[in-house]
């Protein structure tokens, strides 16, 4: 499991926003928050990267997942970048993992060691984590 909720409530004052809350992102799935404005999905992004805490229940996150997030509030984001940059930030470390798997891949072309072969493996099984 990469990220969920488990019976997650959070509140705001005297409103409930999300209310028992119970969903799990797993490896290789990708989701989307759809809804009307105002009725929450910003909110769950926030508990879900840390940044609020829920009233109740628990929030889940894998050992190393990494989770990127573009806040909505792009007024006070002071950069040169483009939206789309910014947002590709979010898989920099799956880019990075991808260059150092095509240097061990000409490596090992020419030098097939078990140490090589295994730092191989991890750094495949690594990338495959990061999505």
């Known amino acids: 499991m990469l990220a969920g909720f488990q019976n997650v409530t959070f509140e705001f004052g005297a409103r409930t926003i999300v209310k028992d809350a119970t969903w799990h992102i797993h490896p290789q799935e990708r989701i989307g928050l759809v809804g009307y404005n105002g009725t929450g999905k910003s909110t769950l992004l926030k508990v879900l990267v ?61 030098e097939q060691t078990d140490e090589l072969l295994h730092l191989y493996s991890d750094k495949l099984h690594e990338f495959e984590e990061a999505g």
């Open 50 to 110: 840390g940044e609020y805490q829920p009233s109740n229940g628990t929030v889940e996150r894998g050992r190393n997942t990494s989770i990127g997030y573009l806040h909505q509030d792009l007024l006070s984001f002071e950069t040169s970048e483009s939206i789309l940059q910014v947002a590709q930030h979010a898989f920099d470390r799956a880019v990075a993992i991808g260059k150092e798997l095509d240097e061990l891949t000409k490596k090992l072309e020419t």
